[in-house]
């Protein structure tokens, strides 16, 4: 069993940072893969990065290639999203999600998912 739990959202202007973060408790944490989701209103849940339980590798949406990066500490079992320059469209709720598979949580199968944070992107 994997808990998750998501902090770091907020509100933030266009063209802004955050930096998320997500805790994980429970057996055999440092070897799950993790990523990030978000779901805005009246829209389906998407993907946005996940990294493999070394951290030696990282996959992420295009919509925020070059501006998200995806990072782990398995020392303190928390995996990062830092976002920089955001955008109104970037608003949603992320969701941390965790699988000892790499390729289910990219396709958003994950075993684990914590219960999201808040980010509002303001104009």
């Known amino acids: 069993q994997v808990q998750l739990v998501e902090s770091g959202g907020g509100l933030v202007q266009a063209g802004g940072s955050l930096r998320l973060s997500c805790a994980a408790s429970?057996?055999?944490?440092?070897?799950?893969?993790m990523g990030w989701f978000r779901q805005a209103p009246g829209k389906e849940r998407e993907f946005v990065a996940a990294i493999t339980w070394t951290g030696g590798g990282t996959y992420y949406a295009d919509s925020v290639k070059g501006r998200f990066t995806i990072s782990r500490d398995n020392a303190k079992n928390t995996v990062y999203l830092q976002m920089n320059s955001l955008k109104p469209d970037d608003t949603a709720v992320y969701y941390c999600?965790?699988?000892?598979?790499?390729?289910?949580?990219?396709?958003?199968?994950?075993?684990?998912w914590g219960q999201g944070t808040q980010v509002t992107v303001s104009s």
């Open positions: 999600a965790a699988d000892m598979n790499f390729s289910a949580v990219v396709r958003g199968m994950s075993e684990y």
């Open positions: 429970g057996r055999t944490v440092s070897s799950v893969a």
